[in-house]
């Protein structure tokens, strides 16, 4: 491959972008995690300071972290325009070979001229930086000019990934942990940094700044504080079966209402309010009423954690979710506000000026209460201090008889460890007689086509749940019922645009469904019970995986979880072991 960096006229080393395509190449042929790690780790050893959080925002096919809203996405049709420009070959051949081929990036290395690429990693940086944040008239010109510049400088092994990642079609299956894996690797030279990296990360949710912070001081990774205006990673509960579990497991303890709403992360400095979702997205300008309650109902800078309701103002009853989630669009805010009106129930405090992550949940608790000042969309959770079963269940059955989901049983002295699901936080869920006690969220991976007169819907989807420790998609239903014809109509459609040729290498199924997709989508799933089966992946040891039995869909896609946030096969496993245990009492 020759050199891998170039010195500039400054005598800086810059890392070449060919290095970086030959990665991606062989990222793109294994689906070892311990492979990626080692590529990962040599490639992070060449890049210096100024180059690495470029490179790992690039690793993600992006230019910055998700929150910052800030998106490479150009349109088909303006990528075989670059392509066309670059190659000197009319735009028709490159549609005409798109259609054979499936694929810009192939065609793009196809037509190119056959030379050595000249870009380095900072420059094609720049560029998608350029495409991402162009506004205005002429914005397509300037995107399809900045794109043809670097096709017109690459090779043609580049300009494969040059086009596939404005297309937001570079999918190497990387997830975070093994980024984080293999800065422990190039560090230290084995993965005993992970821990330490992967908090970091949770505080700040930007790989790229945690990366960074790494090769400019390593202390100061150990030292990671939060700061306003980067989300930190949420919190998430664990289940159990009873009020007696629960008082067993953490004894005197808060219970809290469990809204059935939106989550969000509100940071305020000074009277800049920022509202991120679950996912780690901006959701600042959907909510106007909450960020303009913030200035007047918060007390001095804060990170506050909630949770969004809508309501109806003539009966003032909490809607179901599919209400509340309709407030989440970028168009006619100002009409969802007036039709959707939300409440936003706050219940943790994560910073006032200091970091309170580290306090115990007890003092977190009468900070956020000091800090609040309740009003008409501001509010905090309604909670009672207890560690007798009968009262919580009290409360429990209390707050289903509101039309709410159930509690979330919260341990006094528990720190907010971000990103994890801890016994930190129980929830226990209304569930109906012969169901399954709480709801699975799925990704589709996948469909069965309806047949005959249905040719034109899904026949089942084919639903798997994350396992975080292979980062992969496990099948656990095939789900073909609580979806209406409509719905089903419009799945087909929706699937389609995400299809992909063949399983993709994140997903590990034994069944092969008609249409697979790229995992995407997650949608909420119940079922009757969880059972052991010879056709799912899993958690599947020697024969038999897990299976949802008569799984049906409950909710539409969840925009509100990423793919990564399905249930996971830990998890599943653990609702298996609560199923048993109540059977046998
Ligand atoms: P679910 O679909 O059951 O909400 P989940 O996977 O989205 O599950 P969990 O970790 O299981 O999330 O449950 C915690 C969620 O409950 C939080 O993400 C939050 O959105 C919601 N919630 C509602 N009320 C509260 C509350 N008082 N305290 C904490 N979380 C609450």
């Known amino acids: 491959m020759g050199?891998?960096?170039?010195?500039?006229?400054?005598?800086?080393?810059?890392?070449?972008?060919?290095?970086?395509?030959?990665?991606?190449?062989?990222?793109?042929?294994?689906?070892?995690?311990?492979?990626?790690?080692?590529?990962?780790?040599?490639?992070?050893?060449d890049c210096t300071t100024e180059e690495i959080d470029k490179v790992v925002y690039?690793?993600?096919?992006?230019?910055?972290?998700?929150?910052?809203?800030?998106?490479?996405?150009?349109?088909?049709?303006?990528?075989?325009?670059?392509?066309?420009?670059?190659?000197?070959?009319?735009?028709?051949?490159?549609?005409?070979?798109?259609?054979?081929?499936?694929?810009?990036?192939?065609?793009?290395?196809?037509?190119?001229?056959?030379?050595?690429?000249?870009?380095?990693?900072?420059?094609?940086?720049?560029?998608?930086?350029?495409?991402?944040?162009?506004?205005?008239?002429?914005?397509?010109?300037?995107?399809?000019?900045?794109?043809?510049?670097?096709?017109?400088?690459?090779s043609p092994e580049e300009a494969k990934y040059l086009v596939r990642i404005p297309l937001g079609?570079?999918?190497?299956?990387?997830?975070?942990?093994?980024?984080?894996?293999?800065?422990?690797?190039?560090?230290?030279?084995?993965?005993?940094?992970?821990?330490?990296?992967?908090?970091?990360?949770?505080?700040?949710?930007?790989?790229?700044?945690?990366?960074?912070?790494?090769?400019?001081?390593?202390?100061?990774?150990?030292?990671?504080?939060?700061?306003?205006?980067?989300?930190?990673?949420?919190?998430?509960?664990?289940?159990?079966?009873?009020?007696?579990?629960?008082?067993?497991?953490?004894?005197?303890?808060?219970?809290?209402?469990?809204?059935?709403?939106?989550?969000?992360?509100?940071?305020?400095?000074?009277?800049?309010?920022?509202?991120?979702?679950?996912?780690?997205?901006?959701?600042?300008?959907?909510?106007?009423?909450?960020?303009?309650?913030?200035?007047?109902?918060?007390?001095?800078?804060?990170?506050?954690?909630?949770?969004?309701?809508s309501y109806d103002e003539s009966t003032g009853e909490f809607l179901p979710f599919q209400f509340t989630i309709r407030r989440k669009r970028k168009h006619g805010v100002e009409e969802m506000a007036e039709q959707y009106p939300a409440i936003?129930?706050?219940?943790?405090?994560?910073y006032n000026g200091k970091d309170l992550t580290q306090k115990p949940y007890l003092e977190r608790r009468n900070i956020l209460e000091q800090t609040i000042t309740e009003g008409e969309i501001i509010k905090i959770s309604e909670k009672i201090r207890t560690g007798d079963p009968q009262e919580l269940m009290r409360f429990f059955n209390e707050n289903i008889g509101r039309g709410l989901e159930g509690i979330v049983a919260k341990d006094l002295n528990a720190p907010y460890i971000a990103g994890a699901r801890k016994f930190a936080w129980i929830k226990l869920k209304r569930s109906y007689k012969g169901e399954l006690a709480d709801t699975v969220d799925v990704t589709i991976v996948g469909y069965l086509a309806g047949r005959g007169s249905r040719a034109k819907m899904v026949g089942a989807l084919l639903g798997a749940v994350y396992d975080e420790e292979t980062e992969t998609f496990k099948t656990v239903a095939k789900i073909g019922s609580g979806m209406t014809e409509e719905q089903m109509i419009n799945l087909k459609?929706?699937?389609?645009?995400?299809?992909?040729?063949?399983?993709?290498?994140?997903?590990?199924?034994?069944?092969?469904?008609?249409?697979?997709?790229?995992?995407?989508?997650?949608?909420?799933?119940?079922?009757?019970?969880?059972?052991?089966?010879?056709?799912?992946?899993?958690?599947?040891?020697?024969?038999?995986?897990?299976a949802l039995r008569f799984p049906r869909m409950i909710s539409w896609i969840r925009q509100d979880k990423k793919p990564e946030d399905s249930t996971t096969v830990k998890e599943i496993i653990q609702m298996y072991n609560i199923q048993k245990h109540a059977k046998t009492e």
């Open 3 to 45: 050199q891998v960096s170039e010195v500039d006229g400054l005598g800086v080393k810059k890392l070449k972008f060919s290095v970086l395509a030959k990665c991606f190449e062989f990222l793109e042929g294994t689906s070892s995690r311990l492979e990626m790690t080692d590529i990962l780790a040599n490639l992070f050893k």
């Open 58 to 154: 690039m690793l993600q096919g992006t230019v910055a972290p998700p929150f910052r809203g800030i998106e490479i996405g150009m349109g088909e049709k303006f990528v075989q325009q670059a392509v066309s420009n670059a190659s000197g070959v009319p735009k028709e051949e490159v549609v005409k070979q798109y259609k054979t081929l499936g694929d810009l990036g192939d065609v793009a290395s196809n037509i190119l001229p056959k030379k050595e690429g000249v870009l380095t990693v900072s420059q094609v940086y720049d560029a998608f930086m350029k495409i991402a944040t162009a506004s205005g008239k002429g914005t397509q010109e300037v995107r399809i000019n900045a794109l043809t510049e670097l096709l017109k400088n690459s």
């Open 169 to 309: 079609k570079l999918r190497l299956g990387v997830g975070d942990a093994t980024i984080i894996d293999a800065l422990s690797v190039r560090t230290v030279g084995d993965k005993s940094m992970r821990e330490e990296i992967e908090r970091a990360y949770n505080l700040c949710c930007d790989m790229g700044l945690v990366a960074k912070t790494l090769y400019t001081d390593r202390e100061a990774i150990t030292n990671f504080q939060i700061k306003v205006g980067n989300p930190i990673k949420p919190a998430l509960a664990e289940r159990l079966s009873s009020a007696e579990e629960i008082i067993e497991k953490i004894g005197e303890c808060y219970v809290e209402a469990k809204y059935d709403g939106f989550r969000i992360q509100l940071h305020k400095e000074g009277d800049k309010i920022e509202l991120f979702s679950r996912r780690i997205e901006r959701m600042t300008h959907m909510f106007p009423e909450i960020v303009q309650a913030a200035k007047e109902q918060i007390k001095g800078d804060a990170i506050i954690e909630g949770e969004t309701i």
């Open 344 to 350: 936003y129930f706050a219940f943790d405090i994560l």
């Open 493 to 546: 459609k929706m699937l389609d645009q995400i299809k992909v040729e063949k399983k993709p290498k994140n997903v590990d199924s034994l069944i092969t469904p008609d249409v697979w997709t790229q995992p995407q989508y997650v949608i909420t799933v119940s079922a009757d019970e969880i059972t052991l089966s010879p056709s799912h992946t899993c958690g599947r040891t020697k024969d038999l995986g897990y």
